[in-house]
């Protein structure tokens, strides 16, 4: 059976079932870090005293990954960008060069996990502590999901191109929703955890 | 977004570049209102503003929510309600104890 509206909207919502399928998706997950924050709120309001962020962690490893992230958002968007101009090597490129900087991104998040283990810095350690690996770990995992995808579709999905180009366009167009959404996160979790 | 031709994806293009800038230019002014050391609640107000400009210039080019649907507003519009209630409610909740106590 085929798959309803992925390239025609539908005429009652104007959109197409995939669009309105990640907005769906990426409500729930704002409900999702939502409870987290609030979660680092109350911890926070409630505790004796709190640490600034910048005291115990890495402030210039996070800024480089905030620019390695907000760099990622702007390859994502190319990479549809380059399909609607119907240039899929172009748009390939930009998908894997967004791959490559979501695993920077995972490499320096690592580094700097790797500096709080090597000082005995755990989540058992404090408040702070636990609400930032809490934080930083879920956010991390969605990189994770994100780079999967966006591999997915620079690679084996890629071929969808020589049968439904318009299809392939607007489901690189729904993974970049997610992966900007990700993206907005961080600008909020950086902040919040180094800054604060 | 509606689907446009070469002209509208240049134009959509040009403007990536222009938030693309203006993001990098904003992460600089987060880092530098931390070395300022400001007040807290002044540095905690101040990062805050920076971030939601930030996060709108993602969510309006980027996420292309300035040329979206009316339905996808509506659940937007719905998400950011239940959001406000599930950050105010414990917090209305810890109050409400205080005052008990």
């Not at chain 1, 990640?22 to 997950?29: K, P, Q, Y």
């Not at chain 1, 991104?105 to 790797?114: Q, S």
């Not at chain 2, 002209?7 to 070395?35: P, W």
Request: charged share 10%; net charge neutral; aromatic share 14%.
């Amino acid at each position: 059976m085929e798959i309803p509206y992925t390239v025609e909207a539908r005429p009652d919502t104007g959109l197409t079932s995939g669009k309105i399928g990640i907005w769906l998706f990426l409500a729930s997950e704002v409900m999702l870090f939502g409870a987290l924050f609030a979660t680092y709120i109350m911890l926070r309001v409630g505790a004796p005293e709190w640490p600034v962020g910048a005291s115990i962690l890495n402030v210039p490893l996070a800024t480089l990954n905030t620019i390695v992230l907000i760099t990622s958002s702007v390859t994502m968007v190319m990479a549809w960008a380059s399909l609607m101009r119907r240039d899929l090597s172009k748009a390939r490129m930009f998908l894997w060069a967004t791959v490559a900087l979501g695993g920077a991104f995972m490499v320096i998040k690592a580094i700097e996990y790797n500096a709080k283990f090597e000082h005995h810095l755990y989540p058992s350690e404090s408040t702070f502590l636990a609400i930032y690996f809490t934080l930083t770990g879920l956010h991390a995992f969605h990189v994770l999901a994100g780079m999967v995808v966006n591999a997915y579709f620079a690679g084996p999905g890629s071929r969808q191109w020589h049968t439904n180009p318009q299809w392939l366009t607007n489901r690189v167009e729904h993974a970049g929703l997610f992966w900007h959404f990700v993206d907005l996160v961080w600008i909020f979790l950086f902040p919040v955890l180094y800054l604060l | 977004m509606e689907h446009g031709h070469a002209a509208d994806i240049d134009r959509h293009v040009r403007t990536y570049v222009m938030v693309f800038v203006s993001l990098m230019v904003l992460t600089v002014v987060t880092v530098g209102i931390y070395y300022l050391h400001l007040s807290r609640p002044a540095a905690i107000a101040l990062a805050l503003v920076v971030a939601t400009v930030k996060g709108a210039l993602v969510a309006c080019f980027f996420m292309h929510l300035i040329s979206e649907r009316r339905l996808v507003y509506w659940v937007l519009l719905l998400t950011v309600a239940f959001f406000f209630v599930l950050l105010f409610v414990p917090m209305l909740t810890s109050l409400l104890d205080q005052a008990r106590v």
